[in-house]
């Protein structure tokens, strides 16, 4: 068993062999990677870069580390985020549901905040799922800067 050791964290660095998006009207993406994984020390106060080779090509990678503290603060924050775009997702889809189920009389057009609500339920749609993944994944280790090949690379939480 793997346990997590105090003041740091287990990340993933994630070399993308190829990325192909096939098909015309049905679109397939298939992603293959290796990953790597890494022990990174958080700092204690702050956040700190620390550099990353990737396992496969040798890359150097940068990323910055935040501290266990800020790490679970920002985790709350995408939480509340998407604890609030549900809500928003919830009230603009009745709100919709409502009017647009009203039969308007002759030559009166339906409410400016109907196209308003509909704009909101796909933004709320798409970005929810988003928020929520990352409340829970989130480990105050983002990708910073590498070189040339930084498209092809990521850096992934690693969950036990
Ligand atoms: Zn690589």
């Given at each position: 068993m793997?346990?997590?050791?105090?003041g740091t964290v287990e990340v993933g660095v994630r070399h993308i062999l190829s990325d192909k998006v096939t098909g015309f009207l049905v679109r397939t993406r298939?992603?293959?990677w290796k990953d790597g994984i890494f022990r990174v020390r958080r700092p204690q106060s702050g956040k700190q870069t620390v550099e990353l080779n990737c396992p496969v090509c040798?890359?150097?990678l940068l990323a910055e580390v935040r501290t266990e503290a800020r790490t679970r603060r920002t985790?709350?924050?995408f939480g509340v985020l998407a604890a609030l775009c549900a809500i928003v997702f919830f009230a603009a889809f009745a709100y919709a549901v409502h009017e647009g189920g009203k039969?308007?009389?002759?030559g009166q057009s339906l409410p400016t905040l109907f196209p308003v609500s509909v704009v909101s339920i796909f933004v709320t749609f798409a970005v929810?799922?988003?928020l929520a993944i990352r409340s829970r994944v989130y480990n105050g280790v983002t990708l910073l800067d590498a070189?040339?090949?930084r498209r092809r690379h990521s850096i992934r939480p690693v969950r036990r």
């Open positions: 793997n346990r997590p050791i105090p298939r992603i293959t040798d890359a150097s985790r709350v924050v039969t308007l009389p002759e929810t799922p988003a070189p040339k090949p």
